[in-house]
């Protein structure tokens, strides 16, 4: 699939896009699948960790140092649930790879609610495990 979705693109499509794009290293491109006003939500964001992003730019701000923390190597795991909402689906998976700083494994389980509308995200609510990422070294939002 191009890095430019069509308006047509299925949210479940899209998603397995945005997987690749993590999956090369390509944050530009992932970030580039999101509408401008798009928001992503945290809800069980640790301390110190952003719990809301609104807007593109604030998106592509907090994934900017991701590839120098977290060396993302496979999605082993994932199902697509289609909801009542056609634009929506909730994605079951697990990341796999290493954190870059200390050559530790990095296993995360997400559950994740996407709303995608005229081909791009718009909502992205990330149900991630923040004890999974106790060590310093997986904090890809810090600076320097």
């Given at each position: ?60 701000d907090y994934m ?73 070294a997986s904090d ?5």
């Amino acid at each position: 699939m191009p890095t430019n979705t069509s308006k047509d693109t299925a949210p479940a499509d899209l998603y397995r896009h945005g997987l690749r794009l993590l999956l090369d290293k390509d944050i530009p491109a992932w970030v580039d699948l999101w509408d401008d006003d798009g928001v992503f939500e945290f809800p069980f964001a640790p301390a110190g960790w952003p719990k809301r992003l609104e807007g593109k730019a604030a998106v592509a701000d907090y994934m900017r140092g991701y590839p120098d923390r977290i060396d993302l190597h496979d999605f082993p795991s994932m199902e697509i649930h289609r909801t009542t909402a056609a634009e929506t689906i909730v994605v079951e998976m697990r990341g796999v790879g290493r954190l870059v700083e200390t050559g530790g494994p990095f296993d995360m389980t997400y559950i994740a609610v996407v709303t995608v509308k005229n081909g791009l995200i718009t909502h992205y609510r990330d149900y991630w495990n923040p004890l999974a990422l106790q060590d310093p070294a997986s904090d890809f939002t810090r600076k320097g």
